[in-house]
């Protein structure tokens, strides 16, 4: 997706689309498919939806909501692990169902703020990417879920 | 997934949530995201539905019905543009209800065939690759679903 081409809705309609597929695709399935991973360091599908839980209460509308208050201090790093620590008790189903939640008060907020087109330009600082606009860090979140989709797809054709 | 490991159950367990799983992802999206492809010669998700379609009709089952016959003749060989000629006049919503129609009748007549372990070993004549086992055609069943709802997302991540 290139930055001129971002579009709002285009975007929400991916990203209020991911809970109700991976809960198409996974929920359910057998442990030999969910437990799975690619090999040493890499993740399974049931680390994946951690990881985009984690990315829901930490990345993309925490960052927004920096850009939009003109913080010019850098992102809070994202913890790129944390869901080995924090959801591990955890069931599937739950983790399907928690990303689901989070997501739909996400979309919300998004919706909530009422951006206007010069609002997208706006800028915050990645602590390691550098300056980003709000359109990047949208347009990411919209790749950063097609991409983990594609991913568990292939964890799992090769499992 | 090697030969050894092929369990029927767990195989269907992908082939029957691959419908849902592709709903989920693509009704009523915009056509921005299910009608692009990734380059000139490749595939958008539209195309992608229309494929399943035909594999549905005149792969998958026809050739497993084919190596429980014992037929010694190759398999017809699987036309892999026929969905640019048979389906251009029908919506997306239309191709993942037929597509949907077609995989539970399809999963139902696998179940039905019964089959028992040493079935599984039994060959039929891949008009390409020669002999290939029912496992084999089997495996390759579900690793060819995920391995198009890769393709699907990556082809949206890209658009």
């Known amino acids: 997706m290139t930055q001129s081409e971002f579009k709002l809705d285009e975007a929400v309609a991916i990203l209020e689309r991911t809970p109700a597929t991976l809960k198409a695709m996974l929920d359910g399935l057998p442990d030999i498919w969910t437990r799975a991973a690619e090999g040493e360091g890499t993740w399974s599908p049931y680390d994946v939806i951690g990881h985009l839980i984690h990315g829901e209460r930490t990345d993309w509308i925490p960052r927004a909501q920096h850009i939009l208050a ?3 201090r850098p992102f809070v790093p994202f913890n790129r692990t944390a869901q080995f620590t ?12 928690t990303f689901a939640r989070l997501r ?7 919706r909530g703020m009422n951006l206007i087109d010069s ?4 800028r915050g600082l990645h602590p390691e990417l550098g300056e980003v606009t709000l359109r990047q860090l949208l347009a990411t979140w ?16 090769k499992a």
């Open 86 to 97: 924090e959801s591990r008790s955890q069931t599937l189903c739950q983790l399907l169902e």
């Open 119 to 122: 609002d997208f330009d706006r």
């Open 142 to 157: 919209v790749v950063h879920d097609l991409d983990h989709v594609g991913q568990i797809a292939r964890t799992m054709a």
């Open 70 to 72: 003109a913080d010019p």
């Open 104 to 110: 739909t008060e996400n979309v919300a907020t998004l």
